[in-house]
């Protein structure tokens, strides 16, 4: 068993807290690696004190906390069974069940009464978030951060007052390796049970399992075990295989049988994990066999399985896939991640991700992403962020043309206990820490005042941030992606942004191209339509999309989702096309009056109203365009804000935009 695994002696343990309070380091080989080097990261990162108390630490409201629930829905339902399943187990010891996420926000929680009040006095509840960022080394935490199971055992915890917690924890990941979270039981030191981390492995690999089943199990699969007896059971090893030999899905039973890591689901094939070529696998019958292996590899039982095979079409003239001939060596599949998804077929597109993926985890090289709005540019961040080697770490993002220039500087920088009038009496520490270890978006960063944008550079190029009302400066890490819809070179012209920052920001810099310049706009709408609808097959009118592809799209992909939504909102039980019927009456006029057209029957053209009426429908097209946002409206229209507030108030158009 890793030292890891087992909790380190009461005396050794005291022994090397002694050694850290007094001269900051520990003797080699006093306590395990994992926990030395989380005690480090404690310290050092993230600026934690042994004795001292989580300052800011996050908490989601009740609202917070439903939607992560609802983001979360495919993990909760696989988790809810097996999680009762453990309570069961250790029902009467004191303990409780917990399932956090990938930033080790707690979201759900059984077990005993008495122990779940004595934990909620160190916020070890559901909405509460347990990364070691904000609770120093615990199981939940630790295990997110080194991706592997581990116990944390009364004073291993970095601070002093989670010392009477007893903790295992197992990471959890999905069927392409995304660690989606991790499964722990928590409970009072006196009742530590060297099986509970065990207990914690098992319940993780029952949900791979069952995520595994339900991604998987319609397609071509392999179950593996060491005994014959084994497959079928929850502790077998399941590898999902391309038509082509390529590996595309495994649980961790699998990964560890086979001697992979989980960068290699969708990059190794078949024939390098198990040595056997893909045709000789699919000529393989449903019996089990014995599969030899060299290199002192204890042999395995294996049994192939090939469940109905579902194939999503597009029903917008999309081509049928064939399969290659037996002769024709395997074509690698697209990488399957984030960014993968985005590609829907334009070349322009493609080859602004391609370039993305370039730089995907060189953090020394920061992304400056431009575009209309509305193009994309925070969905291409996040899928940025998941796809990297941070994933598993926060994804902060921070719209700066947001935010008031008076709390800009505390929402960025955090600040000390009573820094300002109305400060927090905890303090705040910022969204520059809270993306530690992750990625840190600024979104419309041309919209930053210049004083900030001066003490950003500072954060940039020291790597540590100061809160407001001073303190200590605490050193941060994070990988940086900045947007704009404005370009930055000619507001540094203007005298409007920062030369020396511009340089700073401007590593790579990615353009995302308007929609109306895309050539996969069907690919697109049916990609949304899927998205909106998954278990039905939607399709568009074929006039709908012929008045789609003439439009010119001036809220480009936002405006785009929005009118799928709202049309298979619209669609009647049974009805599997979107019309003209699904559309809203002022799309329907903007869509007649786009190109050459013909006009939609019952509907007047657009140009065929008085002049008030036209300049109403470019009012709220540009209104869409920016998502309500009026002063950035007015300043596209080329009017005073106060002239588009008279206008909208006459229309009754006020309410819900951005004042």
């Given at each position: 068993m890793p030292a890891s695994e087992a909790p380190t002696p009461p005396d050794r343990i005291r022994q090397a807290r002694r050694q850290w309070l007094d001269t900051g380091t520990v003797a080699s080989g006093l306590i395990a690696g994992p926990l030395q080097a989380s005690w480090a990261r404690c310290r050092d990162h993230y600026g934690l004190a042994p004795e001292g108390r989580p300052q800011g630490a996050p908490h989601a409201s009740a609202a917070q906390l439903a939607r992560a629930l609802e983001h979360r829905h495919t993990?909760?339902?696989?988790?809810?069974?097996?999680?009762?399943?453990?309570?069961?187990?250790?029902?009467?010891?004191?303990?409780?069940?917990?399932?956090?996420?990938?930033?080790?926000?707690?979201?759900?929680?059984?077990?005993?009464?008495?122990?779940?009040?004595?934990?909620?006095?160190?916020?070890?509840?559901?909405?509460?978030?347990?990364?070691?960022?904000?609770?120093?080394?615990?199981?939940?935490?630790?295990?997110?951060?080194?991706?592997?199971?581990?116990?944390?055992?009364?004073?291993?915890?970095?601070?002093?007052?989670?010392?009477?917690?007893?903790?295992?924890?197992?990471?959890?990941?999905?069927?392409?390796?995304?660690?989606?979270?991790?499964?722990?039981?928590?409970?009072?030191?006196?009742?530590?049970?060297?099986?509970?981390?065990?207990?914690?492995?098992?319940?993780?690999?029952?949900?791979?399992?069952?995520?595994?089943?339900?991604?998987?199990?319609?397609?071509?699969?392999?179950?593996?075990?060491?005994?014959?007896?084994?497959?079928?059971?929850?502790?077998?090893?399941?590898?999902?295989?391309?038509?082509d030999g390529w590996v595309t899905g495994a649980n961790t039973a699998a990964l560890e049988l086979l001697g992979l890591a989980r960068r290699d689901i969708g990059a190794a094939t078949v024939e390098r994990a198990l040595g056997l070529d893909v045709r000789a696998l699919l000529a393989q019958g449903a019996a089990p066999r014995l599969l030899p292996r060299g290199g002192g590899s204890a042999p395995l039982w294996l049994r192939v399985e090939r469940g109905l095979t579902l194939r999503h079409t597009v029903a917008l003239s999309t081509p049928a896939v064939t399969r290659a001939a037996p002769d024709t060596p395997p074509t690698p599949p697209k990488p399957a991640d984030a960014l993968a998804a985005l590609d829907t077929g334009d070349a322009a597109f493609r080859a602004t991700l391609a370039r993305a993926r370039r730089v995907l985890d060189k953090p020394a090289i920061p992304l400056l992403l431009h575009g209309d709005t509305g193009t994309g540019k925070d969905v291409l961040a996040r899928s940025l962020h998941a796809s990297s080697a941070r994933h598993s770490q926060p994804f902060v993002a921070v719209n700066c043309a947001a935010l008031p220039e008076t709390l800009i500087e505390a929402e960025l920088f955090g600040y000390r206990p009573g820094a300002f009038t109305g400060a927090s009496r905890q303090g705040a520490p910022g969204r520059i820490r809270e993306a530690h270890g992750g990625t840190l978006f600024l979104d419309e960063i041309g919209d930053m005042p210049l004083a900030l944008q001066a003490r950003l550079l500072r954060v940039l190029e020291a790597r540590e941030v100061t809160p407001l009302g001073g303190g200590t400066a605490v050193a941060v890490d994070f990988r940086l992606l900045c947007a704009s819809h404005r370009r930055l070179a000619d507001e540094v012209a203007a005298g409007r942004f920062r030369e020396d920052l511009y340089y700073r920001l401007n590593g790579l810099t990615l353009t995302l191209p308007p929609l109306r310049e895309r050539s996969d706009l069907p690919a697109l709408v049916a990609k949304l339509l899927q998205a909106e609808a998954p278990a039905r097959a939607l399709r568009v009118d074929d006039e709908v999309m012929a008045l789609f592809s003439r439009y010119r799209w001036p809220g480009n992909v936002r405006q785009l989702a929005n009118v799928v939504r709202t049309g298979v909102a619209l669609l009647e039980d049974g009805e599997d096309m979107l019309t003209l019927a699904q559309l809203g009456d002022d799309l329907r006029e903007r869509l007649a009056g786009s190109g050459s057209a013909a006009p939609v029957a019952g509907v007047r053209p657009a140009g065929a109203g008085d002049l008030r009426e036209q300049a109403d429908a470019s009012i709220r097209e540009t209104l869409a365009a920016v998502d309500g946002n009026v002063a950035e409206a007015a300043r596209r229209l080329g009017v005073s804000r106060n002239t588009l507030y008279r206008r909208l108030r006459r229309a009754g158009q006020l309410e819900g935009l951005a004042i």
């Open positions: 993990l909760m339902a696989h988790a809810r069974p097996v999680m009762a399943f453990l309570h069961d187990q250790v029902q009467g010891s004191d303990s409780l069940v917990l399932l956090a996420d990938a930033h080790g926000l707690l979201l759900h929680a059984s077990g005993d009464a008495p122990f779940a009040d004595r934990a909620a006095r160190v916020a070890l509840r559901p909405g509460a978030v347990w990364s070691e960022q904000w609770r120093g080394t615990n199981a939940i935490g630790t295990a997110l951060a080194e991706g592997q199971p581990l116990v944390v055992h009364a004073g291993e915890h970095y601070l002093s007052r989670n010392g009477f917690l007893t903790c295992a924890a197992a990471p959890i990941a999905d069927p392409t390796g995304q660690l989606l979270g991790v499964l722990d039981i928590s409970g009072d030191r006196r009742g530590y049970h060297r099986h509970t981390l065990a207990l914690a492995r098992s319940g993780a690999r029952m949900i791979e399992h069952q995520l595994f089943t339900a991604r998987h199990a319609a397609g071509l699969h392999l179950r593996l075990h060491t005994q014959a007896e084994g497959l079928g059971s929850v502790t077998e090893g399941l590898l999902a295989v391309s038509e």
